[in-house]
């Protein structure tokens, strides 16, 4: 199974700055996926990331606020732009490897 | 679209006490089921699956579940639980795939000694 690693593992951040999360999968992979889990709440898909193609996003979000690249097939960056005290999450990598989805150890965001 | 059901949000058992998480789902054609287990401060790691095939699926750590296509089930269930298992549990539907999973809002398990 594929093994997924994100930096960082957490952050506090200020009200209005970018934070970038790092996704490393150790095998290639065609589809990475991004998503929010908030406070006490399931796991929302942000969107899907395939190399080389632009992302797609899922109804409520938007790339201005999470700008998403995929330069390879074992990398993934969301960035988490002009942040307020709604975007505190934990951000999680995952990607599909034949009928499973395998999950990254996540990103704790705290924006004050 | 589809869409996943937890009806229990808590759950309290004793160790060595038998458990069993309710999931429904809704999906119009065969889903792709899934059992994720979360503990603190970790990641999903994924319990058991069911695509096609047999509706009674064996899991990692002695947990199964059966896909009840007329009920629209696919329950988790454990014969005797352990004080590790204490962790929130997810159900997720795949709607004909692995990809863009549909989670349930989870159940949060308890075990006491």
């Known amino acids: 199974s594929a093994v997924i690693s994100q930096k960082p593992s957490r952050d506090i951040c200020q009200r209005g700055t970018s934070l970038t999360i790092q996704c490393q999968v150790d095998?290639?992979?065609?589809?990475m996926f991004w998503y929010r889990q908030q406070p006490g709440q399931s796991l929302t898909l942000i969107a899907t990331?395939?190399?080389?193609?632009?992302?797609?996003?899922e109804s409520g979000f938007v790339i201005d606020k999470f700008p998403i690249s995929r330069p390879n097939l074992t990398f993934s960056t969301l960035t988490v732009s002009n942040m307020s005290p709604e975007d505190s999450s934990i951000y999680l990598c995952?990607?599909?490897?034949?009928?499973?989805?395998?999950f990254g150890p996540g990103t704790r965001l705290t924006v004050l | 679209a589809q869409s996943v059901t937890q009806p229990d949000i808590h759950i309290t058992v004793s160790e060595g006490a038998s458990l069993e998480l309710r999931c429904n789902y809704s999906?119009?054609?065969?889903?792709?089921l899934f059992w994720y287990v979360q503990s603190p401060g970790q990641g999903l790691q994924l319990l058991l699956k069911?695509?096609?095939?047999?509706?009674l699926v064996q899991g990692i750590k002695g947990f199964e579940a059966e896909f009840k296509r007329s009920q629209s089930s696919f329950n988790l269930r454990k014969p005797s639980v352990h004080w590790s298992d204490a962790a929130e549990y997810f159900c997720?539907?795949?709607?004909?795939?692995?990809?863009?999973?549909?989670f349930g809002s989870g159940t949060q398990l308890t075990v006491l000694p």
């Open positions: 999906y119009g054609a065969t889903p792709y």
């Open positions: 995952s990607v599909e490897e034949g009928t499973e989805q395998f």
């Open positions: 997720a539907v795949g709607a004909g795939s692995a990809r863009q999973l549909t």
């Open positions: 069911y695509f096609s095939g047999d509706t």
């Open positions: 095998s290639q992979v065609t589809m």
């Open positions: 990331a395939n190399q080389g193609s632009e992302a797609t996003y």
